[in-house]
């Protein structure tokens, strides 16, 4: 076992039944010319979160923690976008985004696009899991809890964008299922002002999971190692 710094308390992880969840590390919302930028929204974290998710997964995969990629995204003709019965093409961003401006249709979250792909610093590595979303909940119509598991995973690290939104909504969800959720603070950045981000670290520790740094855990991983 593992013993993770963490608020409210600290966290026992036992490395074979721990994974982590990294949400959405697309090029729409972690790159300069991405969906998120051209919402208008302020990227300028996302470098720093990037670089922290680097560490983050070499750490763990030293570990043998494994990985688990999110991405969410869209077929060229948005079938599975949700239609006009669903509320998703009416809130999520990048639909809203296509809808305002047609020139961008099948350009942005779009399947086979540069937008959609996992940002080129953290590219999936032979073993990892790649699971695709269509809702900010990783476990929204997706075989993302059957995976975990049939691998017995008990324990979720949480990284990605955005904190707010598809984050702390795969992190509830993974709550529900039962699942120890552990975000990475510093991991993860939001979508809209700071305090979004603070208001997710806030509800994690008080009501959904634990909160802990890249750099506690980096810590706690580099002391098994050593034993």
Same mark, same amino acid.
């Given at each position: 076992m593992i013993n993770v710094?963490?608020e409210p308390?600290?966290?026992?992880?036992?490395p074979a039944?721990?994974?982590v969840?990294v949400v959405?590390?697309?090029n729409?919302?972690a790159?300069?010319?991405?969906?998120?930028?051209?919402?208008g929204?302020?990227i300028t974290?996302?470098?720093e979160v990037?670089?922290? +998710?680097?560490? *983050?997964?070499a750490?763990? @995969?030293? %570990?043998?923690?494994?990985v688990v990629y999110l991405?969410i995204?869209?077929d060229a003709e948005?079938?599975n976008?949700?239609?006009p019965?669903?509320p998703?093409?009416?809130k999520?961003l990048?639909?809203?985004?296509?809808?305002?401006r047609p020139e961008l249709?099948?350009?942005v979250?779009t399947?086979?696009?540069?937008d959609?792909?996992?940002?080129?610093?953290l590219?999936p590595e032979?073993?990892?899991l790649v699971v695709?979303?269509?809702?900010y909940?990783?476990?929204a119509?997706t075989n993302?809890?059957?995976?975990?598991?049939?691998?017995?995973?008990?324990h979720?690290?949480?990284t990605?964008?955005?904190? +707010?939104?598809? *984050?702390?909504?795969?992190? @509830?969800? %993974?709550?529900?299922?039962?699942?120890?959720?552990?975000?990475?603070?510093?991991?993860?950045?939001q979508a809209?002002?700071p305090?979004?981000?603070?208001a997710?670290?806030f509800?994690v520790?008080?009501f959904?999971?634990?909160?802990?740094?890249?750099?506690a855990?980096?810590?706690?991983?580099?002391?098994r190692?050593?034993h």
């Amino acid at each position: 076992m593992i013993n993770v710094p963490a608020e409210p308390e600290s966290l026992d992880i036992d490395p074979a039944r721990t994974a982590v969840i990294v949400v959405d590390m697309q090029n729409a919302f972690a790159s300069k010319g991405g969906m998120l930028e051209l919402a208008g929204m302020d990227i300028t974290g996302a470098d720093e979160v990037v670089e922290v +998710n680097h560490r *983050v997964l070499a750490a763990a @995969r030293a %570990a043998g923690i494994d990985v688990v990629y999110l991405q969410i995204g869209y077929d060229a003709e948005q079938t599975n976008a949700g239609g006009p019965a669903s509320p998703n093409p009416m809130k999520e961003l990048a639909l809203c985004l296509m809808r305002a401006r047609p020139e961008l249709r099948g350009k942005v979250l779009t399947y086979g696009t540069w937008d959609f792909e996992v940002v080129d610093r953290l590219k999936p590595e032979p073993g990892d899991l790649v699971v695709y979303k269509t809702r900010y909940s990783g476990f929204a119509g997706t075989n993302l809890d059957q995976l975990l598991r049939v691998r017995n995973k008990r324990h979720l690290i949480f990284t990605g964008i955005a904190t +707010n939104v598809c *984050v702390e909504s795969t992190l @509830r969800d %993974a709550y529900f299922h039962e699942y120890w959720p552990l975000l990475v603070s510093d991991a993860c950045m939001q979508a809209g002002p700071p305090t979004a981000h603070e208001a997710t670290l806030f509800n994690v520790s008080t009501f959904f999971g634990w909160v802990t740094t890249s750099d506690a855990l980096l810590e706690a991983l580099s002391a098994r190692a050593e034993h």
